[in-house]
C-alpha cells in the first residue's frame, strides 16, 4: 500500500507559477504509476499528468506545454510544475498511484491523496 499527500497549493495570480508536490510512503513507490487529476467546482476529476514507472510522461491536451510532471523516486514524492497558469485552472489537485501503467480514468486508480487546492485569480 501507499500513502499520499499533496502539498504546495495556494492562492496566485493569472501568469504565475506554482509547483505541488506529492508524497508517499512505503518502500515500494518506485514500483508506482503516478497520476496528477483535478477537480474544479461542478467538474468532474480530470486527468492532467501521468509519470509511469519505467519513465514515461503524459499529458492532457488542456495541460500540454504548460505542466510538467516529475518523480524523485529517492524521495518518494512525484511533483506537478505549473507555469502561465489562468482562473481555470483554479480546482483541488489531487495525486493518484496504481500498478500497471498510466490510465487516464480516476477508476484506474487504488491510491488517492486528500488534494490540495490551487486558486488563480484573474
Known amino acids: 500500500q501507499v500513502q499520499l499527500v499533496e502539498s504546495g497549493g495556494g492562492l496566485v495570480q493569472a501568469g504565475d507559477s506554482l509547483r505541488l508536490s506529492c508524497a508517499a510512503s512505503g518502500r515500494t513507490f518506485s514500483a508506482y504509476d503516478l497520476a496528477w487529476f483535478r477537480r474544479a467546482p461542478g467538474k468532474e476529476r480530470e486527468f492532467l499528468a501521468g509519470?509511469?514507472?519505467?519513465?514515461?510522461?503524459t499529458y492532457a491536451d488542456s495541460v500540454k506545454g504548460r505542466f510538467t510532471i516529475s518523480r524523485d523516486n529517492a524521495k518518494n514524492t512525484v511533483y506537478l510544475q505549473m507555469n502561465s497558469l489562468k482562473p481555470e485552472d483554479t480546482a483541488v489537485y489531487y495525486c493518484a498511484a496504481r500498478i500497471g501503467y498510466i490510465v487516464s480514468t480516476p477508476v484506474g486508480y487504488n491510491y488517492w491523496g486528500q488534494g490540495t487546492q490551487v486558486t488563480v485569480s484573474s
Open positions: 509519470f509511469s514507472r519505467i519513465g514515461s510522461t
